[in-house]
């Protein structure tokens, strides 16, 4: 690495140290300078302020606005659009369930809207919507962005609730089991797609995919 990229790198664990030791109130320029050993003149430098730092981490550190590697635009798959979907959803429950600073700034999302927690939710649903805009629309049998929106917005939901609730309707929200319970009912719901998005990969789909606009009258 080299000097500048080691202090990146510096500061980068600075902000993750100060979110998980404080929380979000606590973050500022200010104080992570302190904690990392550097003038805030060189955070501005290498990330031009708070809001380049935090998108920095989150590209690092979150699914979807960082390494989510589950399908490229452009990429074909072999596999049908119903196990990317599980894929997905297990990424989730693994990164928010091992990172407390990520569910911090989700939570920090949620409750409180301004434009650094704006940026994050826009670069979210931009990712989100070119991962998921390949399956929709491949089949009519089914609302596929309400279905996946539902069964993400639990995952996310339960891992956040785990902070300050152990259980909810009795299923542990803190244990591997618990999790195994209701990853288990997502696959239930999973199985609920049409057979088609189970069986047959997402290329073959896509290669019969019709296009917006046309009619299937003569």
Partial sequence: MSRREQTERL???ALELQIRENGMAAVGINA???RAGVSKELIYR????MSGLMLAWMQEQDFWTGRSGLLKDNESSQRPPSELVMSMLKAQIEALGSN???REIRLWELVERNDLTAQLADRRERAARSFIDRI???TEEADIPAIVSIML????YMKLRAKTESHFLGVPLRTDEGWA???GALEHIGHGFPQALQNVPLADLEKQRKPK???TKA
């Fill in 11 to 13: 500061i980068l664990d």
């Fill in 32 to 34: 992570i300078a302190k």
């Fill in 46 to 49: 290498y990330f031009g302020g």
């Fill in 100 to 102: 407390d600073t990520l």
């Fill in 136 to 138: 929709d629309g491949l």
């Fill in 153 to 156: 917005a639990g995952v996310l």
């Fill in 181 to 183: 319970r209701l990853y």
């Fill in 213 to 215: 606009g046309s009619s």
